[in-house]
């Protein structure tokens, strides 16, 4: 049970748009930064999103990250193909004084 | 150009203690606004973090993990150390390092290492 709520897959056609949700409490998304990550079969995890809404270097303007209260949620518009992949919150959690992440969310492009 | 080199054992047996290391290249372990982060996934299963360092004095770990677990550093040699005593099966799983923020984001990742706990 992972201390962050994704739900456990999503999927839109190509050229569409999709949310992924995080959700989370006062002790985590609340009151700390949010990140989100991509992780394509296989290989590692890649930073989309840091400090709830920032873009990597490289990262297209496709993808955003926004906050409200203790939820997350990231933003996937112009669907392609290559956005099929498993997505990941994370945050530090202060009760847990460590970083946890969410049960990741797989993506289907339809 | 920032990379994080994982390197241990591929298999372990039950009891025994892992040790991980991480080599970082591309930016200093002296740097006190980066650390590194250790974490880990079963096949098949979400991320887990494992435990972090921020220089040598800012240690932090898994609650879940905590007593099995020892993070240290070398500055000299850019590495990054992971021990984890008595390992069992279900701490079979991909461990990766990854370079880390002090809000706590992971920007570059090493591509992991698989670990087996098998007798």
């Known amino acids: 049970q992972s201390v962050l709520t994704q739900p456990p897959s999503v999927s839109a056609a190509p050229g569409q748009k999709v949310t992924i949700s995080c959700s989370g409490s006062?002790?985590?998304?609340?009151?700390?930064?949010v990140s989100w990550y991509q992780q394509v079969p296989g290989t590692a995890p890649k930073l989309l999103i840091y400090?709830?809404?920032k873009r990597p270097s490289g990262i297209p303007d496709r993808f955003s990250g926004s906050k409200s209260g203790t939820s997350a949620t990231l933003g996937i518009t112009g669907l392609q193909t290559g956005d099929e992949a498993d997505y990941y919150c994370?945050?530090?959690?202060?009760?847990?004084?460590?970083?946890?992440f969410g049960g990741g969310t797989k993506l289907t492009v339809l | 150009q920032v990379t994080l080199k994982e390197s241990g054992p591929v298999l372990v047996k039950p009891t025994e203690t892992l040790t991980l290391t991480c080599t970082v290249s591309?930016?200093?372990?002296?740097?006190?606004?980066?650390?590194v982060s250790w974490i880990r996934q079963p096949p098949g299963k979400a991320l887990e973090w494992v435990a972090h360092?921020?220089?040598?004095?800012?240690?932090s770990y898994s609650t879940s993990l905590k007593t099995r677990l020892t993070i240290s550093q070398d500055t000299s040699k850019s590495q990054v150390v992971l021990t984890m005593t008595n390992m069992d099966p279900v701490d079979t799983a991909t461990y990766y390092c990854?370079?880390?923020?002090?809000?706590?984001?992971?920007?570059?990742w090493g591509k992991g290492t698989t670990v087996t706990v098998s007798s």
């Open positions: 990854a370079r880390t923020s002090t809000t706590y984001y992971m920007d570059v």
């Open positions: 591309g930016f200093s372990l002296s740097n006190p606004r980066m650390g």
């Open positions: 360092l921020f220089l040598e004095g800012q240690k």
């Open positions: 006062s002790s985590n998304i609340g009151s700390k930064y």
């Open positions: 400090d709830n809404e």
């Open positions: 994370g945050t530090w959690d202060t009760s847990l004084s460590g970083s946890v």
